[in-house]
């Protein structure tokens, strides 16, 4: 009997540890992308990189070293981060660096990245020659807002919205969830049409005080961590994504005329909509 007991107590023990330690994990609903030396996560626009850096060679002792390594490894970092920015994708198959480029300022994004911003240290590797990799944690929400203000304007959809219902005391919902079945490549320009291709929304409907600092937020799986971590309130809207048409997110013409006659204006004024793969 004892020994039987002595099973059951393991038993209880062995499941009580397990589920405590599975609620106290948290859950993941960050959306990141693999960039150079790094990941770039599109949930909270934190940007992980590592900067490499040697000392200066006519340093005698091994602090200063040190210390002139660790700032050749921010200026390093500091370089990625530049190369990443303008790497990414504003709308269609263009990136900053093209859309820079074009409007004659190609230092654009190198002019925007301080090197006093990259502080935040979160793993370093010294080496027998003073030499050092430092990995930075770096909130890049700044730089894309500004990226995104210079450009919205010409990646606007020039299409007028389709007109909302004018009842807008009528109206409950405040934050529009779009869910796709599949991986969602991240742009900072999207628009939202329906099957007929008609706006239903686009950025330039948005106000410059807006949360996210691209068109939309996005998440993996679930929204409602990324929504409580913003702030987002008000009541939820969910709806299916069909398919995305270049930077035209495509939902179906019912689950438009949904958004235009149950979303409030302020949806659309604050920017609070969340875009989830299922990835």
Do not use: H, W
Request: aromatic fraction near 10%; charged fraction near 30%; hydrophobic fraction near 40%.
């Amino acid at each position: 009997m004892k020994k039987y007991l002595k099973k059951v107590l393991f038993f209880l023990v062995f499941f009580s540890f397990f589920s405590i330690s599975a609620a106290e994990k948290p859950e993941d609903f960050s959306l990141s992308r693999k960039v150079t030396d790094g990941t770039l996560n599109y949930s909270t626009f934190e940007l992980v990189i590592t900067g490499s850096g040697i000392p200066e060679t006519n340093v005698t002792n091994l602090n200063s070293a040190r210390i002139t390594a660790e700032k050749a490894a921010a200026a390093n970092a500091r370089l990625k981060i530049v190369k990443i920015l303008s790497g990414l994708v504003l709308s269609g198959k263009t990136t900053v660096g093209a859309y820079f480029e074009g409007k004659g300022d190609p230092d654009f994004v190198d002019r925007l990245v301080n090197v006093a911003d990259i502080k935040d240290v979160t793993y370093e590797r010294f080496y027998s020659n003073s030499s050092v990799d430092l990995t930075y944690k770096v909130n890049v929400s700044g730089y894309l807002r500004r990226i995104v203000e210079e450009a919205r304007e010409e990646f606007s959809n020039k299409k007028e919205p389709l007109a909302a219902a004018s009842d807008e005391a009528a109206k409950t919902k405040s934050v529009l969830v779009i869910n796709f079945k599949t991986k969602v490549e991240s742009q900072l320009f999207f628009s939202i049409v329906n099957e007929k291709g008609e706006k239903i929304y686009d950025i330039s409907m948005t106000k410059e005080t807006r949360k996210s600092p691209a068109s939309l937020f996005f998440a993996k799986k679930k929204a409602e961590k990324l929504i409580e971590k913003e702030g987002l309130s008000g009541e939820i809207l969910s709806v299916p994504a069909l398919k995305i048409s270049g930077s035209e997110i495509v939902i179906k013409n019912s689950e438009a005329e949904k958004i235009m006659s149950e979303l409030k204006k302020e949806c659309f004024e604050e920017g609070k909509i969340v875009v989830v793969s299922a990835e």
